[in-house]
């Protein structure tokens, strides 16, 4: 019994001591306090500009130092957070932020659009500083293009005389963007009238940030902008700049700039008056000037020229409206040899060709002054219009048999013409078919026409005859821009006359292209040949040897014959052409019983 007792107080003590030692070396802690911000779930955020008040972030801490009931909220560029921005206040345990508001911060933190951009937040609490987190964030433009130059002060006066040379050159920022951004932009200068608010703009599109254009070009687009031609008028622009995404385009515009331009007329004057000592009928005066008027673009007439100076006017009586030698050299006239710069104080044109008459014309379209033979009779731009169509009796939609529209005065083309309720074109050359001028083209010219016709409203918007069927006489003035019909007239015997002989160079002793002669008035015939010295017949029906008249024929009738034909005394007893080859008015006339060639 005693070991028993003995045994148990060493166990009772040995329990003892091994419970101290096990007290001295277990460190039983709890966790020192922190202010954390946890990191978020996501780490790259792409701004979507269609859903600007959608959060873009949210971030959350957890403080256990109890900071306060305010917290701060820091953004930097940097991990070090040398320069942080506060972006906003919490006096929760989070913070959020809409699209455009952190879209707005990035872009003052040094963003570029669309670019990734890392960012670092942190939560401060005054004293209290929690960690840091990051994120990769692509920022969307909000900052509109700004015009670098020019500025309102810009005044710019068109000329007509240096087409090709720059007018107006237009620069611009877009700062939101980086030098080296991936991102494709694409520009738009609008120009408008001002104070239209760009309503039916003009839009020019262009590479790069800038625009450039000359003075030919950009007076066209002022033009349609809605200024008036030699008037300083107000002209707006604006750059729109555009990103094509698949959530939409983004769109964005300057500030309108307003200028001043002074835009030049491309319309053609219906008469370019000629004055000057070098046109001997009209001098130095406003009494006599010579009168050269527009046939669609092109200017013409006969002039009888001395080795002199002259110039072209615009506008009858008006010193101020003339054009010299060097205002069509600048505008890229070919000029014909016999017309130099006089070189004196006007600069003007002076012939220096053999004195005498001459039939000149000034093309607008091919930029060209020419001098010819006089033109006797008629002048018109083509000697015949040509009329193909179901809608002329006399025609159909073939070659074989067209109707000829004769020029009968100047810029005139008149003639009876059998139509019924169909289709036609005019055409300027016989058998060619691309030389068709359909209604639009006549009514975009600004051509006054007659009711019965109107648009077809076929493939080729041709001509449609909507009146009474019959035969009328048809007009196609092409100085006053109208298309009438009228009563039939009863001019000739004949719609026209045969040419047909070796004298009539476009002609031979063929049917293949006999030369018309067509009634060009009451009894009259008369047209261009080209002659030469040999025999001719007149006819009265294409393709009949039978209906010829010879120069017998004619001089048993009592008509007196121009000296320059003879004749042939050959086994027919034709015509004899017998003056100088070359290109002439042949002209008969069957009520003053003559027949001429001038």
Known sequence: MKINKISAFILSLFLVLVACETEETIDITTPEPSFKLLEPAISNINLNYNLPNNEAF??????????????????????????????????????????????????????????PFTVFMRVNSGTNITNSVSFSVSSYSEAPPVVTSPDNTFELILLETTPNDEAIAIAWEDPDFGDNTTVAVNYEVQFAEAGTDFAGAVTESVDGMSYSNTHEAFNELVLN?????????????????????EAGNLERFSDAVTITVTPYSVELAPILYVVGAGAADAGWSWDTPVELVLQGTKYSGNINLINDAFRFFTVNNDWGSGLNYPYYEAVGYTIDSNLANALDGDSNFQFVGTPGEYFIEIDTAAKTITLGPPVVGPNCNFDQLWLVGAGIVDAGWSWDTPVALPCTGNGTYSGNVALTNDAFRFFSVNNDWGTGTNY???EGNGYTIDSNFINAMDGDSNFFFDGTPGTYFLTVDDINKTITLGPEQLLCDYEQLWMVGAGVVDAGWSWD???????????????????TNDAFRFFTVNNDWGTGINY?????????IDSDLINAMDGDSNFFFDGTPGTYTVTVDTGNLTITVE
């Open 58 to 115: 949210t971030i959350v801490w957890n403080d256990q130092l109890s900071s306060g009931g305010s917290y701060m909220v820091e953004l930097s560029p940097d991990a070090l957070f040398e320069s942080p921005t506060t972006i906003g206040s919490s006096t929760s345990d989070r913070f959020t932020m809409t699209v455009a508001d952190f879209n707005n911060i990035l872009l003052g933190a040094g963003a570029d659009a669309f670019e």
């Open 225 to 245: 902008a809605g200024l008036t031609a030699e008037e300083a008028g107000s002209l707006d622009f604006r750059v729109k700049a555009t990103i094509e995404m």
């Open 440 to 442: 639009p083209t006549y």
């Open 513 to 531: 292209t006999p030369v018309a002669l067509p009634c060009t008035g009451a009894g009259v015939y008369s047209g261009q040949v080209a002659l």
């Open 552 to 560: 017998p024929t004619y001089e048993a009738d009592g008509y007196t």
